[in-house]
């Protein structure tokens, strides 16, 4: 058996193609989505909730569009009264594409995930 490392892997990067279709896409924004799959699949290994995973993804998307009014993964959205707008590099804020595609975004990902890996691991052990 492959194990959850390989379908952790596997699901990380079919999520990151599966937005390749999308306006502006690029290999740094691909790769950035690739993280953010590994992200919710950490969100996944640390809960064992498929729920906490669709809630972690739509609390990014919600953030995005309904706070910021600022692309969510190439997609803009209608704003009503204000949209964020980025002052830095593209490779830091994420550009057109939205924040998720900045090494920023890509940053806090990858605490968060070592975080919720430590959680998972936690979990095992009490369970082993």
Known sequence: MAGWKLALIVTSVVFGLLHAGNPGANAQS???VIVAGFFLGAVFLATGSLYAVGAAHFAWNWTMVALLHTPVSGLVMPSPDYRTVDAGPDWLTGGAWGPESGLA??????????????RY??????HA
């Open 30 to 32: 691909i790769l950035a």
């Open 105 to 118: 975004a890509a940053g806090a990902e990858f605490v968060l995930l070592f975080i919720l890996y430590g």
């Open 121 to 126: 691991l936690r979990r095992m052990e009490s």
